[in-house]
């Protein structure tokens, strides 16, 4: 492998003539700059990163730690922050925390232990010594779709309230009135916020939200299955599971049909964290959509802000909900617009999927076995 010795050898200059030319600085003549990167591409000369970190202070490099890489939406994030940072010049290591708070700071302990410029990190938790300390002495740092409140860091995420109240507008039209949530954990954000929000919009609708009707789980699909399955062991099971990211939906999936019974003819499906493979299920499930390509870029933007400088500032992008067959709706369903933007629920052609026997039970699929089933309030 050729050294910058070589290539000033070649191109018949000083090594500190190379390095200008390589740093781009001004002070060289065009002659010499010509004849330096003929040599440094005839020999194929690659600089040397490290060597270069230590004399810029500076590796080029982002870390980013996401809570669980299984979860198609941490995969996607992953994917748009690479993407957005290989734009801007820099590379992304990865670090999976697997919803672990000891791995998430293994992560964080390496990633600052290799120099990384700044970090991105979707906490597994309400926050840990370690990163606590890095984001008090002063390391770039963005918190992405997560956060840690009281701590100042800006944070890139959508908001799902309006979603979350236009999915529980729309399974009450449908005539649904026994409604829980398979919630994340509690010690994160998204976690609480979404229970938060699911028991205002009931609110707004006159429907409690019964303590046996909110599920624990962990934002995995092995949770969603056994949340679920104690909603079916209830005396009056709920019409709705509404859950809390994508791989518990998943999870409730598989509960309801290893009971032998029927989405949404039995029971009913949402789920927040809409992911490509929720259209090719049975049926096609409804679901919040987070803008999650928008938040990886958005949060590489601010991060690289913070580290050149400038005055990164916090990103809130809106979530809408996406209607599809899992709730009753008839017809074969349609995106909507972010929520708000269509009227009072932000739904697209709501008249169109319900109007054919669609309020009388769910989307007119076994209408005598939903009447019976269905309190009304």
């Given at each position: ?15 500190a ?24 591409e ?17 590796t ?14 941490f ?36 990633l600052l ?44 995420r ?22 829980a ?31 046996v ?39 409730a ?35 919040i ?24 500032r ?41 109007g054919?026997g ?17 309190s009304?309030?």
């Amino acid at each position: 492998m050729a050294s910058i010795k070589d290539v000033a050898a070649e191109a018949g200059v000083s090594v500190a003539t190379v390095s200008r030319v390589l740093n781009d600085h001004p002070s060289v003549s065009a002659d010499a700059r010509t004849r330096v990167l003929a040599a440094v591409e005839a020999l194929g000369y690659r600089p040397n990163a490290v060597a270069r970190s230590l004399r810029t202070d500076q590796t080029r490099t982002l870390g980013l730690v996401i809570s669980d890489v299984m979860n198609p939406y941490f995969t996607e994030l992953a994917r748009s922050v690479e993407e957005e940072a290989r734009a801007l010049g820099y590379s992304v290591i990865i670090g999976n925390a697997d919803e672990r708070p000891d791995l998430q700071d293994h992560h964080v302990r390496t990633l600052l232990d290799r120099r990384i410029d700044g970090l991105l990190v979707s906490p597994t938790d309400g926050g840990s010594p370690l990163m606590l300390d890095a984001a008090r002495a002063g390391t770039p740092m963005v918190f992405v779709d997560r956060w840690i409140p009281g701590v100042d860091v800006p944070v890139v995420r959508a908001d799902g309230r309006a979603a979350v109240r236009d999915l529980v507008a729309h399974l009450h039209r449908l005539g649904h009135r026994r409604l829980a949530i398979i919630a994340g954990p509690a010690a994160t954000t998204t976690g609480s916020e979404r229970v938060e929000a699911f028991r205002e919009a009931l609110g707004a609708c006159g429907i409690d939200l019964p303590d046996v009707y909110i599920g624990q789980g962990d934002f995995k699909a092995e949770s969603g299955r056994r949340v679920t399955e104690g909603f079916l062991d209830l005396p009056e099971p709920p019409e709705v599971v509404f859950a809390a990211d994508n791989l518990m939906a998943l999870g409730a999936l598989d509960a309801v049909r290893a009971r032998g019974l029927r989405v949404p003819d039995d029971i009913a499906l949402a789920a927040f964290d809409d992911i490509p493979w929720f259209v090719h299920t049975d049926p096609p499930i409804t679901a919040i959509a987070q803008p999650t390509g928008e938040l990886g870029h958005a949060a590489v933007r601010a991060l690289v802000d913070r580290i050149e400088g400038r005055a990164p500032r916090s990103v809130t992008l809106p979530a809408r909900l996406v209607v599809r067959r899992s709730c009753g709706e008839s017809g074969a369903g349609s995106e909507s617009s972010p929520a708000g933007e269509s009227g009072e629920s932000g739904l697209a052609g709501e008249g169109d999927r319900t109007g054919a026997g669609g309020a009388s039970g769910p989307g007119g699929h076994n209408g005598e076995n939903s009447a019976r089933n269905r309190s009304q309030s």
